[in-house]
């Protein structure tokens, strides 16, 4: 007797567990109705149209998603319009102060190692000469890092002054980063919740 009293609590728990999920399978597809109102007005609602309404049709949703970046609308507009570009190589100081400057304000840029042959190239095709840093925001140019110069242009390109807040704990690995090319590498902004305090 006991066996089947315990057959029967495993099969009532199992049945209680089968509700749960299916209710919450339930819960991230949801039933919204589309119906023309008696006015002739197109209604999507989530209760059962009204016995005067017309053209009623029953339609299953999945969950909402938003599509989000890290970068602010107005980075990304800046990104769309005035897209940077760093050549650079290894300069010491100079380079990585020009590199920090741009990491520091959260603007997605692209790096051309100018020690190489085809970011040379790329360089003396953009300037007639090899000064590295040079920073390239849209089709505008400067070379020899120059704060203030920079910052003005990031600046009249509308790259804000500041990264985007940071919204995820601080700590969270970044993802790793694809394979870029030897000369060439896209950088983006820390992702949100990397900038330290």
Not at 44 to 51: C, E, F, G, L, N
Request: aromatic share 6%.
């Amino acid at each position: 007797m006991t066996i089947a009293i315990a057959r029967k609590r495993s099969a009532g728990a199992l049945v209680l567990l089968i509700l749960i999920a299916s209710g919450l399978a339930v819960a991230q597809t949801q039933q919204v109705y589309r119906y023309v109102d008696p006015e002739g007005r197109v209604v999507y609602s989530d209760k059962p149209p009204p016995a005067n309404a017309r053209d009623a049709q029953a339609k299953r949703i999945g969950k909402n998603t938003i599509e989000t970046s890290n970068l602010s609308f107005s980075a990304v507009l800046a990104q769309e319009r005035y897209p940077v570009t760093l050549y650079t190589f290894g300069c010491g100081t100079v380079c990585d102060t020009a590199s920090a400057l741009l990491n520091k304000r959260g603007v997605p840029h692209t790096v051309v190692d100018v020690g190489q042959s085809d970011g040379a190239d790329k360089l003396k095709r953009l300037t007639g000469g090899l000064d590295a840093p040079a920073l390239q925001v849209g089709d505008q140019y400067t070379t020899g890092y120059n704060e203030t110069r920079w910052q003005s242009m990031l600046t009249d390109a509308g790259y804000p002054k500041t990264p985007a807040p940071r919204t995820s704990p601080i700590g969270k690995a970044p993802a790793p980063a694809p394979e870029a090319s030897a000369a060439t590498q896209t950088v983006s902004p820390p992702a949100k919740g990397s900038y330290p305090h």
